[in-house]
C-alpha cells in the first residue's frame, strides 16, 4: 500500500523550511522541480554514505578486501537495472555512464558505424537531438496540433529514407506526454530501424518493459539517470543490444576498456566495459541501483495512480483559473506529472520567482532545452527576428513557460496551496518588487535561511 506520510518521512527534503518574503515565518518547501532532479530518500543516502565510508575502493583492479566488496557491489547494479527495465542480459549491455545525456551520446556513437540515417522526434530535450545531429544524418518528425507524435508523418519518413534510428522520448519533459514507445517500435523495426528511448523522465514515474529483443515492439536502446529517480547526480545508465555495442568503436578508449595492449595493437574488452573507460561513478551507481530497489518496492503501479491522481488534480484547479494557459491538452493516462503553462502574458521568470521567494514553492521556468517543441507548443511559427537578436548578442527574454513537475512525495495539500499562489499572481497579487530579480535571478539575503 501506499502511505505517503510513510513515504514522507523517507525524504529529509520534505523538512525544508526557507523565510519567504515580508514573513518572518519559515514556510515548508514545496518542491516541485522533479522533472530536474530529484532527492534521494534515507535508504539511498545511507547507502552512498556507507558506501563511501566503509567500503570506498576501486574496481575490479585489487585483490584486497575493499576492492573485491566495492566490486561485487558495483557488479550488482548491473543486474537490479536488467531488472528494473525487464530486460535480457544476455543480448544487451547495461553501460554505466555519468548523465542521461552521456547515455544518448553513447547511443548516437555506436550507432554513428552504420549506414542510414536517424530520425529524432519533435518533441526531444536536446539531449536526444543534437547529439544525433552531431554523429549522423537527422530528419526529424512531425507533431500533430495537440502535441502528439505524428505517426503518419513518421512512418512516411521510415518510408522515405534508410533509417538506422528513430530517437524518441518515454515522455516529454515539458508535456509529460508519453509517446506510444512500443507502438514506434514495432514501426521502426517493420522498416529495419532500431529505436532508442530517452527515459529520463519515465524512469521513477511509471513501470518500464523493454521486451524481448525478438519481440517486433522492443526498445533497443533505453537511456536513464539517477538524479531523475532519487538518486545523488552523476550516475546514469544506457541499455542497448550487445552486438551493436561490442561491434561499435569505444566510447572512450582508456584505463578499464581494453583486455590487452601493445605499442601497435589494442585488444578490445566486450561491452559494458568496452564503453565505460576510466573510474566509474561507484558510489553514484551503488545509490542508484538502491533507488531502483526502492521504487520498486514502493510499486511502480502504486507511485504511477498516486502522482496520476495529482497531475489530474492539479490540471482541473489550473484550467480553473483565468489567465493560465496550459501547453498541451493530454488523456491523464498518456502523460506523467509534468504540468507546463503561462499566466497571461507575465514572463515566466516573474511567477517562478514569486512563487519561490513568497510561498518557497520550486518550479522550473524557461525553454527547458527543448526549444523546437516549445516553440511549437507556443506558436512560435517564425523565430528570425528572435535569431537576429540572438546573433547580435542581446540580451533577450527567450520565449519559455513556468513547469510544475510532480514526485512521490507530493501532497494535494501542496497542490492547493499551488494553485492559491497562482491565483493571486493571475490577478497581479504579489508582494515584493521583482524588477532586479527577473534579469539577475539570483537569491536575494531577504529569503536565504540563515541555517
Ligand atoms: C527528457 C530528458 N532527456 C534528457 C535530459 C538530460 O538529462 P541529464 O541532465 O541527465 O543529462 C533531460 C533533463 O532534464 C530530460 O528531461
Not at 518500464?208 to 532519487?230: R, T, W
Not at 507511485?303 to 483559473?321: S, W
Amino acid at each position: 500500500m501506499f502511505n505517503i506520510e510513510e513515504i514522507r518521512s523517507q525524504f529529509p527534503i520534505t523538512q525544508k523550511e526557507f523565510k519567504v518574503y515580508g514573513s518572518d515565518e519559515f514556510k515548508k518547501l514545496i518542491y516541485f522541480d522533479h522533472g530536474a532532479s530529484t532527492h534521494p530518500p534515507l535508504r539511498v543516502l545511507n547507502k552512498y554514505i556507507d558506501f563511501l565510508k566503509n567500503y570506498y575502493a576501486n574496481v575490479h583492479r585489487g585483490h584486497h578486501f575493499l576492492s573485491m566488496i566495492s566490486s561485487e557491489l558495483f557488479d550488482h547494479v548491473y543486474d537490479t537495472i536488467y531488472r528494473y527495465v525487464k530486460a535480457d542480459s544476455e543480448d544487451n549491455a547495461v553501460i554505466l555512464t555519468s548523465n542521461t545525456t552521456y547515455a544518448l551520446d553513447i547511443a548516437a556513437s555506436v550507432m554513428s558505424g552504420i549506414e542510414g540515417i536517424t530520425l529524432v522526434s519533435m518533441m526531444e530535450h536536446h539531449s536526444n537531438d543534437l547529439p544525433h545531429r552531431k554523429r549522423s544524418e537527422v530528419q526529424h518528425f512531425g507533431l500533430n496540433p495537440d502535441g502528439t507524435i505524428n505517426m503518419a508523418d513518421l512512418e512516411y519518413k521510415l518510408h522515405k529514407y534508410k533509417v538506422k534510428l528513430v530517437a524518441v522520448t518515454g515522455a516529454s519533459n515539458v508535456t509529460g506526454y508519453m509517446p506510444d514507445i512500443h507502438g514506434i517500435a514495432r514501426l521502426a523495426h517493420q522498416n529495419g530501424a532500431k529505436i532508442l528511448v530517452d527515459a529520463a523522465q519515465l524512469l521513477a514515474h511509471k513501470a518500464i518493459d523493454v521486451k524481448p529483443n525478438d519481440d517486433i515492439e522492443h526498445i533497443d536502446f533505453l537511456a536513464g539517470a539517477g538524479h531523475k529517480a532519487y538518486a545523488p547526480f552523476g550516475s546514469a545508465f544506457l541499455i542497448g543490444p550487445r552486438k551493436i555495442l561490442d561491434e561499435a568503436e569505444p566510447y572512450i578508449p582508456g584505463g578499464g576498456t581494453v583486455v590487452y595492449v601493445t605499442t601497435d595493437d589494442v585488444y578490445f574488452a566486450k561491452s559494458p566495459d568496452r564503453h565505460q573507460g576510466g573510474t566509474p561513478n561507484i558510489a553514484g551507481a551503488i545509490a542508484l541501483a538502491e533507488s531502483l530497489k526502492f521504487l520498486d518496492e514502493v510499486g511502480l503501479d502504486n507511485i504511477r495512480q498516486h502522482e496520476m491522481e495529482l497531475t489530474g488534480y492539479a490540471l482541473k484547479g489550473l484550467k480553473r483559473i483565468e489567465g493560465i494557459n496550459l501547453l498541451g491538452d493530454f488523456k491523464l493516462k498518456d502523460r506523467l506529472g509534468v504540468i507546463s503553462f503561462n499566466v497571461k502574458d507575465l514572463s515566466n521568470n516573474l511567477v517562478s520567482s514569486v512563487l519561490n521567494y513568497e510561498s518557497a514553492i520550486a518550479t522550473r521556468n524557461g525553454c527547458f532545452c527543448a526549444h523546437p517543441y516549445l516553440h511549437f507548443l507556443l506558436g512560435l511559427t517564425d523565430t528570425t527576428e528572435l535569431r537576429a537578436k540572438l546573433v547580435l548578442g542581446e540580451d533577450i527574454d527567450l520565449p519559455g513557460a513556468v513547469r510544475v513537475t510532480i514526485g512521490i512525495f507530493n501532497t494535494k495539500e501542496e497542490i492547493d496551496i499551488l494553485l492559491e499562489e497562482l491565483s493571486r499572481i493571475a490577478e497581479n497579487r504579489w508582494s515584493a518588487n521583482y524588477d532586479a530579480l527577473i534579469s539577475g535571478f539570483s537569491c536575494n539575503e531577504v529569503v536565504l535561511n540563515p541555517n
